[in-house]
């Protein structure tokens, strides 16, 4: 049973996929099934999204976990992966380990970067998988996008755990 398919049955979502699509391209025919979960847990809307990708030239499309805020907010959050050169140009930061430094950038407010690095659980599971998180203000979203996936239910309950603080953090005024 593929992994979405089974998140949704644990949290009694509700589960769709779209027909397979295929298209022919100079490499090679390339077929495309988009898959939604949308669940409430604690109250709260999350969506989770995949195009499974197979054919010719596989891509690994990744899993996108949106979850909705109730309230709407003004502030900026991003949390990504650094790169060689974030890790060249950006200033050692007294507040984090150095693993962390060193993987991750933060892009948002002084003050919520100093409340968010002290939260033990973010940083355990930051350091444990590779992700972007980023807040869309505008529609009132908070995704997460695992670099590599989703592997099982507790690595799912682990980015879910990282949403909710961070949905707690953003609703802070």
Not at 18 to 24: D, H, V
Not at 137 to 163: C, R, T
Request: proline share 3%; net charge positive.
């Amino acid at each position: 049973m593929n992994i979405l398919k089974e998140l949704t049955q644990k949290y009694q979502g509700k589960y769709t996929k779209e027909n397979q699509k295929s298209i022919n391209s100079p490499l090679g025919k390339l077929n495309f099934q988009p898959q939604e979960g949308v669940l409430f847990i604690d109250d709260t809307k999350i969506t989770i999204s995949i195009n499974a990708t197979t054919g010719a030239h596989p891509v690994g499309e990744p899993f996108r976990i949106t979850l909705h805020l109730e309230n709407s907010v003004e502030s900026r959050l991003e949390i990504f992966p650094a790169s060689f050169w974030d890790r060249l140009l950006i200033e050692k930061n007294k507040h984090i380990t150095k693993n962390l430094a060193t993987d991750y950038c933060f892009k948002t407010e002084e003050k919520r970067f100093l409340r968010l690095v002290q939260n033990k659980n973010l940083i355990t599971i930051l350091e444990q998988d590779e992700i972007y998180i980023r807040l869309y203000a505008k529609e009132n979203q908070l995704v997460l996008i695992p670099k590599k996936g989703i592997k099982d239910l507790h690595q799912f309950e682990n980015f879910l755990q990282l949403m909710k603080i961070l949905e707690n953090e953003v609703s802070i005024r």
